[in-house]
């Protein structure tokens, strides 16, 4: 016949204030930290023009974009909406790089052209998507 022993559960009770005095140590000792995470990501910021804006149809229109990355630049990128032009990626450029496009504007009256441009890194890392929207009268 089995018959239980109460030993372990005498020990487990004797234990269990001992254990949880050795953790109250625990909320008086220096805990570690870490650094905040340093994003090394690329910016890309669009300088000319400077803020969202109206303009008339018919002259070519200039985009000057500067891109960062501490990692170095992989790969430069701009995206345009609103019509069908698009712009080659720009692979390979020392940073920091200004980038220039031009968008010929003739019969875009009326309408809305959005601009990104984002770049990637030497590590692979995507930065923020910088944009600008020009409107055409």
């Known amino acids: 016949m089995f018959r239980p022993s109460l030993r372990p559960i005498a020990l487990a009770l004797w234990a269990g204030p001992a254990l949880w005095a050795a953790g109250a140590g625990c909320a008086t000792r220096e ?3 870490f650094p905040p995470e340093v994003s090394t990501a690329p910016t ?3 300088t ?3 803020t ?3 303009v008339n149809a018919g002259p070519a229109l200039t985009f000057v974009a500067v891109v960062e990355a501490p990692n170095g630049i992989d790969t430069i990128y701009a995206e345009l909406t609103g019509t069908s032009v698009a712009f080659p990626p720009v692979a390979g450029a020392a ?3 200004t980038v220039g496009y031009q968008l010929e504007t003739q019969g875009l009256a009326g309408q809305t052209v959005v601009l990104r441009v984002f770049a990637t890194d ?3 890392q995507r930065g923020d998507t910088a944009v600008r929207q020009v409107s055409f009268q």
Do not use: H, K, L
């Open 122 to 124: 030497s590590t692979g």
């Open 52 to 54: 969202d804006v109206t």
């Open 44 to 46: 890309s910021r669009i």
């Open 95 to 97: 940073s920091p790089a």
């Open 31 to 33: 805990r570690i930290t």
């Open 48 to 50: 000319v023009p400077t």
